[in-house]
């Protein structure tokens, strides 16, 4: 008969890391990552009516916070992208 493994004790372990919310400078969008079917999701939200603009999933938070920061790079430009 197999025995169960012990618990591993998890008081070392910090808990998940929660969401993060920006919005841009004009105050008209703003950028979310948090946790969502088990990836993690940015999220581009018009404030004005709630409009989801986009939404892209990563495994890593690093990664989704660092297009999340993309994100609001675009959205606070002042001048069109080159080519417009």
């Keep these: 008969m ?4 012990p618990r591993r004790s998890d008081r070392g372990r910090r808990p998940a ?17 948090e946790r969502a079917l088990n990836q993690w999701a940015v999220t581009v939200t018009s404030l004005a009516d709630g409009r989801m603009i986009t939404q ?8 989704a916070v660092a297009r999340a920061e993309d994100f609001l790079r675009l959205l606070n430009r002042s001048e069109p992208p080159p080519g417009w």
């Design 2 to 5: 197999a025995m169960a493994s």
């Design 17 to 33: 890391p929660s969401g993060l919310a920006m919005r841009n400078d004009a105050g008209t969008h703003e950028v979310t990552v």
């Design 56 to 63: 892209d999933f990563f495994s890593r938070r690093w990664e």
